[in-house]
């Protein structure tokens, strides 16, 4: 295991257990019958992964997403077998480092979709609308503001890249000739269906989700929801109680981060620049604040 001088876990090293992949914040590890995720406190913005890790940012994703597979379970196929390492002997040597920021998963073929919902028009959205009108080639009316509430969900999905190259939007019918029109269609039937469920039960909870990407797989023919599942690194969540539409609205999730790396003199490509300890502990604030109102819990 490499920690940083913050203590935040920026590599998992697992001896004797074979790594599949390395990701912008997941490591992978082959178990054999089964696959290790193990999330890291790595951080990535504008597609670069920055050198200062986000303390305990590893667990609080692994524990949103379990409340998540498990608020949906009895609908909602996932690709989680158990978050408790010890019931893998070989993984009793790190079971301390591991436990609560680790997924023991079926063995899924991932769909090459990034599978975004966005309810609010911000960000890229909010550039792409302010140019033509539309989001994603998806025609909206005129007079919305920057962050306001859109009036129906949209399903915006994008290629999956690869590390250090850019994700790139395409239209459901692109999806349909890369996947298949049934396949494509239970993408966006799901994806809206998570979303606008999560998006309700926030709303309970003091949190808008303003948009997520979710990413699903194949097992046994069935299709499942892998990976993460609207966190704070793959959601913006916003306090209801501070949003403002026509501002960019005060966030629980890395956006602070973008932010302040929009103020810096930074081409956006690798290697990316080290993050004040204050921006770096402000941004573990955020993500422990999302986790305990969303859950009701603390760490």
């Not at 975004?116 to 028009?121: D, E, L, W």
């Not at 140019?131 to 999905?157: E, H, N, W």
């Not at 990976?227 to 959601?235: A, F, G, I, K, N």
């Amino acid at each position: 295991m490499r920690f940083d001088a913050n203590h935040a876990l920026i590599e998992c090293e697992l001896p004797g257990i074979p790594m599949i992949s390395r990701g912008k914040v997941r490591d992978i590890f082959d178990l054999g019958d089964a696959l290790l995720f193990v999330a890291t406190d790595r951080l990535s913005a504008f597609d670069v992964v920055l050198p200062t890790g986000i303390r305990d940012k590893g667990r609080v994703l692994t524990q949103i997403s379990l409340f998540w597979f498990d608020l949906m379970s009895q609908w909602l196929p996932n690709h989680l077998i158990t978050a408790d390492v010890t019931t893998r002997k070989e993984l009793l040597p790190y079971a301390e480092d591991l436990q609560g920021r680790s997924m023991i998963v079926k063995k899924a073929k991932v769909l090459p979709i990034e599978c975004i919902v966005r309810g609010y028009i911000v960000g890229s959205g909010w550039k792409d609308y302010q140019k033509t009108g539309s989001v994603s080639g998806i025609a909206l009316r005129p007079g919305y503001r920057q962050a306001d509430k859109l009036d129906t969900p949209l399903f915006t999905p994008s290629t999956k890249a690869e590390i250090g190259d850019h994700d790139e939007a395409i239209s459901f019918d692109g999806v349909a000739e890369r996947i298949g029109k049934d396949k494509a269609e239970i993408l966006r039937d799901l994806s809206l269906k998570i979303y606008t469920t999560a998006r309700d039960y926030a709303l309970t909870k003091g949190i808008i989700v303003a948009d997520t990407k979710f990413e699903f797989g194949e097992v046994d023919g069935q299709i499942i929801l892998v990976d993460e599942v609207l966190t704070p690194d793959s959601s913006r969540f916003w306090p209801e109680d501070q949003y403002q539409p026509g501002t960019s609205p005060v966030s629980l999730d890395k956006q602070f981060v973008r932010d302040y790396l929009e103020t810096l003199d930074w081409d956006k490509t690798a290697p990316g620049p080290e993050l004040p300890a204050e921006v770096a502990e402000k941004t573990r604030d955020k993500y422990l604040e999302a986790y305990r109102q969303l859950t009701g819990k603390t760490l």
